[in-house]
């Protein structure tokens, strides 16, 4: 039974920083990419992503401001988020896609982030 818990998340000032994680366990490979996805009322979007060997993509809206990493050895992918605005407020949702190599894709259940004064 694979579960992915993301944790880190909370409320915090404009300009403030946080850091979210998220463990996998019960069967996440490097193999898989993992992700992180935002959703304020409307679609979910996807933030970042980083594959196996470390390759890392972001979208524009959060480019220069966060940073996605991951510790195969752990199982665990993290978000750190500085220079935080009230835009970034919004579920954040972890996900690892193993799609591309014959396996599934899953998802967290979610942490909130509110960036307020």
């Known amino acids: 039974q694979v579960q992915l818990v993301e944790s880190g998340g909370g409320l915090v000032q404009p300009g403030g920083s946080l850091r979210l994680s998220c463990a996998a366990s019960?069967?996440?490979?490097?193999?898989?990419?993992m992700g992180w996805y935002r959703q304020a009322p409307g679609q979910r979007e996807l933030i970042a992503h980083i594959?196996?060997?470390?390759?890392?993509d972001y979208a524009r809206s959060v480019k220069w401001r966060f940073t996605i990493s991951r510790d195969n050895a752990k199982n665990t992918v993290y978000l750190q988020m500085n220079s935080l605005r009230p835009e970034d407020t919004a579920v954040y949702y972890c996900?690892?896609?193993?799609?591309?190599?014959?396996?599934?894709?899953?998802w967290g259940q979610g942490t909130q982030v509110t960036v307020s004064s």
């Open positions: 019960g069967g996440i490979s490097s193999k898989y990419v």
């Open positions: 594959t196996g060997g470390g390759s890392a």
């Open positions: 996900n690892a896609d193993g799609r591309h190599v014959g396996e599934y894709e899953y």
